[in-house]
Structure formats: C-alpha cells, structure tokens
Nanobody
Framework: QVQLVESGGGLVQAGDSLRLSCVAS????????MGWFRQAPGKTREFVASIQWSGGSTYNTNSVQGRFTISRDNAKNTLHLQMNNLKPEDTAVYYCAASTSIRSIIPTALNAYEYWGQGTQVTVSS
C-alpha cells in the first residue's frame, strides 16, 4: 500500500517562498507520474504540476509557470514543489498524488492518480 505524506506548508506573505515535500512509502517508484494539486476553499481541486518519475519530464499549469518548480529525489522517494513569488491566490491545501501506471496518463486529471496524500495548508497573506 502506497502512502504519501506532505509537509512544508505554512503561512507566508506575498512574494515569499515555500518548499513542499511529499515522501512516498510502500513501494519504490521507478516509473509512473507524480503530481501536485491544490484546493482552495469553495473551489474544486485543481492541477498544479506533474513529473515523470523516470526521465523527469515536467508539466505545470499556466498560473504557476515561472514561479513553481516540481522535482523528485529518486533515492529518497520524495517529491518536491518549490514555490517562489507566492501570491494570495495560491492559498489552498496542496495535495501530492501518485500514478503507478506505466502508460501515458493525462497528468491534469484527478482520476489518473491512484494515491493521494492528506494535504498541507499553504496560506499567503497580502
């Protein structure tokens, strides 16, 4: 059973940076896709970024392009999301997700991912 545990959230001011981490346990990832999603109060969960575990190909949503960077540490089975120049509209609960499929998936689709973390709160004040 795969478990995903996020950390690194917090309360920051606009323009600050945060680095989220997601530790995966239960299996060693050598393939598949990892993703970050977020959900603001009263809104649906939305895609933020994804990365292929093998090869490291990444994909970001437009609203975070140039500010957020997704990366992974294969040796530590850990996913990161470096968030720079944070804005109040980035306030949300951030979730880590994992797909073990060896086939191509639609990285922005919630139902493409089999495993989810419990989320970590990011609050950006203006």
């Amino acid at each position: 059973q795969v478990q995903l545990v996020e950390s690194g959230g917090g309360l920051v001011q606009a323009g600050d940076s945060l680095r989220l981490s997601c530790v995966a346990s239960g299996r060693t990832f050598s393939s598949g896709t990892m993703g970050w999603f977020r959900q603001a109060p009263g809104k649906t969960r939305e895609f933020v970024a994804s990365i292929q575990w093998s090869g490291g190909s990444t994909y970001n949503t437009n609203s975070v392009q140039g500010r957020f960077t997704i990366s992974r540490d294969n040796a530590k089975n850990t996913l990161h999301l470096q968030m720079n120049n944070l804005k109040p509209e980035d306030t949300a609960v951030y979730y880590c997700a994992a797909s073990t499929s060896i086939r191509s998936i639609i990285p922005t689709a919630l139902n493409a991912y089999e495993y989810w973390g419990q989320g970590t709160q990011v609050t950006v004040s203006s």
